[in-house]
């Protein structure tokens, strides 16, 4: 019904940069919230950032600073400029999504992306 779909991820080195994108495609009424979050192995999913209808932000503290999530309405996208990578950010990057999908009373469904690599070493 709603697919997600991560790119972006890769190596890079210590103090690099990434930017991840994240789609949302399907039958797609409205999207209230869209997040990243992250697994490092052996570690629990952790929230990296999430952006709320309306515009509003909340960040890790491990990331403040170095990350970035922005949305683009109009195409059902987010997206995470990550900066300053250090190696402790390696982990798996999942898109999350609440979407509408039809129906009435409107509720909002969580979804999920099947995650992209990031890992950051030299």
């Known amino acids: 019904q709603v697919q997600l779909v991560e790119s972006g991820g890769g190596l890079v080195q210590p103090g690099g940069s990434l930017r991840l994108s994240c789609v949302a495609s399907?039958?797609?009424?409205?999207?209230?919230?869209m997040a990243w979050y992250r697994q490092a192995p052996g570690k629990e999913r952790e929230l990296v950032a999430s952006?709320?209808?309306?515009?509003?932000?909340n960040y890790a503290d491990s990331v403040k600073g170095r990350f970035t999530i922005s949305r683009d309405n109009a195409e059902n996208t987010v997206y995470l400029q990550m900066n300053s990578l250090k190696p402790e950010d390696t982990a798996v990057y999942f898109c999350?999504?609440?979407?509408?999908?039809?129906?009435?009373?409107?509720?909002?469904?969580?979804?999920w992306g099947q995650g992209t690599q990031v890992t950051v070493s030299s």
């Open positions: 999350n999504a609440d979407a509408w999908i039809g129906g009435w009373p409107r509720r909002f469904d969580s979804y």
């Open positions: 399907g039958r797609v009424l409205s999207i209230n919230f």
């Open positions: 952006i709320i209808d309306g515009g509003v932000l």
